[in-house]
Structure formats: structure tokens, C-alpha cells
């Protein structure tokens, strides 16, 4: 059964700082990865997505790298800014099966403080 | 264009209720979803549905059904509710986009609390 983990649960920067964001998953098998945000009290919006023969995505100050065979992705998120302040999480989809299925990571709470 | 819908935004149960939560989309997507959300846990599959007539179950579907009622609309329903199913509830609906990418919309989400 697919894993998904995102270490740390909550991460405090300030404003301008680099930052990286990590997700682990424990099934290789995965037909993609996508990253997301989601503000407080509110539903989940698409950051990025890679496909599992891609290395990288990038929009805008947002990179996010994927390495399949060591099970991890990263988000980068550079000259952070309050409004950066959510809980991203990571979520994979297998690539047997269902194809439709995403398992999620419990997310990590970031705050940018100014 | 609304995107995702769901009806109520929050809800207050007794053990054993019955109710159903609303989902609808514009977006003319064939696929939907329904998921929960508890702390700590990230979201976990209820049920989903490919196309319109079809649904499957995801990885926690008991105590729940569903109806696809049309393209549109996919509804969630809890037949005896259980203080166990207070959660955040997502519905989602999904495009495949250039050919193999397949991004999923999220709705704002239900709070269901049961007593």
C-alpha cells in the first residue's frame, strides 16, 4: 500500500527566505505527482504536476523536482511572502490499477511571517 | 463559471441521522470524486466516479454511498451517521489534459460534525 509523507508537519520562515518542502513515498510505481495548496478553511488548488518521466515543473517561483526511484519529491519555493502562508500537500497517483486514485500526504503547514 | 459546488458548507449531525451532501460542477468533467479529510491524515478516497453511470469505491467507503446523478452532480450520502465520519469533506472532479496529464478541482469543502 502506497505511503505518502511529508516531514516537516509545520515550518515557520520569514519573509524572503528560500524554501524547501519534502514528500517521501514508498511505492515507486507512480504514474505522477502533484503538488497543492490549500488556505485555510478552503479546498485544494493544483500547484504543479509531473509526470513520472519528468525530473521538474516550474511556475513561477515554485519548482518542484521528482525522483522516482528514491521515492521523493521536493518543493522550492524561492523569496518566500505572507501570502505564500498554507498547507501544502503532496499527492501520487499509482500507475497500475485505478489510474484515477491519489494518495495524499497529511501536508505541511507553512507560515511566512513578515 | 462556479467550478465546484457542495452543499451544505457546514453540518451538525446526532448518531444515527441520515444525510446528503451535493456536489456539482460546470466543468463539463467526466470524472469525479469524494474525499474526506482528517487532522494529520491528509485525504483519503471515498468513492470516485469515471463517467456518468459509474461509480467505484476508493479507500475508506463504509458508511457511505453515492449517486452520480448526471454529469455534474455526484452526492455522498451517510445512512446512520457515526461520530467516526465528523470530517472535512472534498468533492473533486477531473479533466484529462494533453493527452496523459489528468488534474483534479477541488470544491471548498463540508464540515460535518456528529454527535
Given amino acids: ?114 | 463559471n462556479a467550478g465546484v459546488t457542495q452543499t451544505p458548507k457546514f453540518q451538525v449531525l446526532k448518531t444515527g441521522q441520515s444525510m446528503t451532501l451535493q456536489c456539482a460542477q460546470d466543468m463539463n468533467h467526466n470524472s469525479m470524486y469524494w474525499y474526506r479529510q482528517d487532522p494529520g491524515m491528509g485525504l483519503r478516497l471515498i468513492y470516485y466516479s469515471a463517467s456518468e453511470g459509474t461509480t467505484d469505491k476508493g479507500e475508506v467507503p463504509n458508511g457511505y454511498n453515492v449517486s452520480r446523478l448526471n454529469k455534474r452532480e455526484f452526492s455522498l450520502r451517510l445512512e446512520s451517521a457515526a461520530p467516526s465520519q465528523t470530517s472535512v469533506y472534498f468533492c473533486a472532479s477531473s479533466v484529462r489534459t494533453s493527452g496523459i496529464q489528468e488534474t483534479q478541482y477541488f470544491g471548498p469543502g463540508t464540515r460535518l460534525l456528529v454527535l
Wanted: charged letters at 15%.
Fill in chain 1, 1 to 114: 500500500k502506497q505511503e505518502v509523507t511529508q516531514i516537516p508537519a509545520a515550518l515557520s520562515v520569514p519573509e524572503g527566505e528560500n524554501l524547501v518542502l519534502n514528500c517521501s513515498f514508498t511505492d515507486s510505481a507512480i504514474y505522477n505527482l502533484q503538488w497543492f495548496r490549500q488556505d485555510p478553511g478552503k479546498g485544494l488548488t493544483s500547484l504543479l504536476l509531473i509526470q513520472s518521466s519528468q525530473r521538474e515543473q516550474t511556475s513561477g517561483r515554485l519548482n518542484a523536482s521528482l525522483d522516482k526511484s528514491s521515492g521523493r519529491s521536493t518543493l522550492y519555493i524561492a523569496a518566500s511572502q505572507p501570502g505564500d502562508s498554507a498547507t501544502y500537500l503532496c499527492a501520487v497517483r499509482r500507475s497500475s490499477g485505478s489510474a484515477r486514485q491519489l494518495t495524499f500526504g497529511s501536508g505541511t503547514q507553512l507560515t511566512v511571517l513578515p
